[in-house]
């Protein structure tokens, strides 16, 4: 078959599941055409890639049609990194500062999905052809406070739940809806009036730390009893929101908490042992990788997972390596900008034994590319969400790739 090349790129200004400005492009070629908008994130590393330039989606789009557009028209699609290579060029800084990374993580996926379409070919294998594909486990929101929600919270930002073992995707997803449903009926039994629910589904209630994981643990139990699933829970500490640089502390300020990095530690650690937590993100400031080595060696047996710490950035990901801080990594592309960077990251991921967990944002579009990504890379786990258009629309496309007619999918393994 003769290479695919580019014929035209659209950019258009649209709007996120929080009502934000973004940016969707579409790559179109002779046999097929590629759309893909940006999320957001409201808790954002300080080592992530600039989102937007200054005049924001507006000056992104402006730079696409006068800048991206001449330069990417004619190329062939037979894989992105030609077309990213191109983006950081025409950009030429560090951080996307000049053309916004968002405008170029929204390029190097609409280049993909239609290099894909193209070819008649599925994202997921386009991305990169295995012999065999596994589905991720769905790492669901429940409970949501920290950036992610208005009024009385919790300062924990996210309170999850991850099954690790069930036959099907269906299944698993199905028992993180039930567990869902099963915590708000907990909370409003407990005469607790809930706040609403956050910017991804979660729900929003005025509870202390060991109040919320106490009503997740008995949501679970119920779930996993009525349904054969088994279920774990987790934390997003999204620790940055409630570190302090000038005290030196951590604020809890619905637990009336002030803890040093040390109590922060002896903290976090009770709190996997009490509740027998088998995932932990982001339980430091994003510059503590001592902090999140010590929590690695003592909590052998719970994933230790960096966001704001590595920015699904290489450099910061090395560092992590060498100073055995965590080992796991969230994976979000626009926080780096292309998909040919993000893939580098996964790829030094996986040499070192860090598990790559793909990741929605707070502020998501109803894009599902992550999907493709997660079971293109071989992630064990995905982190979606539970409720929500925006949420649902990537697990409903992860059923649909489950079926692919060419390809036999199994449910990945997860020890933990």
């Not at 090349?5 to 649209?14: E, G, L, T």
């Not at 049609?65 to 062939?76: D, L, N």
């Not at 170029?104 to 280049?111: E, F, H, M, N």
């Not at 967990?357 to 707070?362: F, G, K, L, N, Q």
């Amino acid at each position: 078959m003769a290479p695919i090349s580019i014929v035209n790129v659209r950019a258009r200004k649209v709007f996120d599941s929080r009502g934000s400005e973004t940016i969707e492009v579409e790559i179109i070629t002779e046999r097929g055409i590629g759309r893909s908008s940006a999320p957001s994130g409201a808790s954002k590393g300080k080592w992530e890639v600039k989102s937007y330039p200054q005049g924001g989606v507006d000056e992104s789009i402006k730079i696409i049609r006068e800048k991206v557009a001449p330069r990417i028209v004619g190329i062939s699609l037979e894989d992105t990194s030609k077309i990213d290579n191109i983006l950081h060029e025409i950009d030429g800084t560090s951080d996307f500062s000049n053309l916004g990374g968002n405008a170029a993580y929204a390029i190097s996926l609409a280049s993909a999905k239609a290099g894909a379409a193209s070819i008649g070919i599925p994202l997921f294998k386009y991305i990169e052809e295995r012999e065999a594909y596994n589905l991720p486990y769905p790492l669901g929101n429940v409970i949501g406070g920290g950036l992610h929600a208005k009024g009385e919270k919790t300062d924990i930002q996210e309170f999850l739940v991850l099954p690790t073992h069930a036959e099907t995707l269906v299944d698993a997803a199905a028992a993180n809806i039930k567990v869902h449903r099963e915590v708000g009926r907990l909370i409003e039994r407990k005469g607790i009036i809930l706040s609403g629910k956050g910017d991804e589904g979660a729900w929003v209630a005025p509870l202390k730390t060991e109040d919320a994981l106490e009503i997740l643990s008995e949501a679970c139990e119920t779930v996993s009893n009525e349904t054969g699933v088994t279920l774990r829970i987790g934390i997003d500490v999204a620790s940055s929101s409630i570190w302090n640089e000038k005290e030196k502390v951590y604020i809890y300020q619905k637990d009336a908490r002030k803890l040093d990095e040390g109590e922060q530690i002896d903290f976090i650690l009770d709190l996997i042992r009490k509740f027998k937590l088998a995932y932990v993100e982001d339980p430091f400031h994003e510059e503590s990788f001592e902090a999140f080595a010590e929590l690695t060696y003592k909590a052998k047996r719970t994933i230790i997972c960096g966001d704001d710490l590595f920015t699904t950035n290489i450099e910061r990901l090395k560092r992590g390596v060498e100073t055995k801080s965590g080992n796991a990594i969230i994976i979000k592309p626009n926080q780096i900008g292309t998909l040919t960077d993000a893939l580098k990251t996964v790829e030094l991921a996986k040499r070192s034994n860090y598990i790559p967990i793909v990741s929605h944002r707070s502020g998501d579009t109803c894009d599902a590319e992550i999907s493709h990504l997660a079971v293109a890379v071989d992630a064990p786990i995905i982190k979606l969400g539970v409720l929500g258009g925006e949420r649902t629309s990537k697990v409903n496309e992860l059923i649909r790739v489950g079926e692919t007619p060419t390809e036999n999918f199994r449910m990945a393994m997860l020890n933990i």
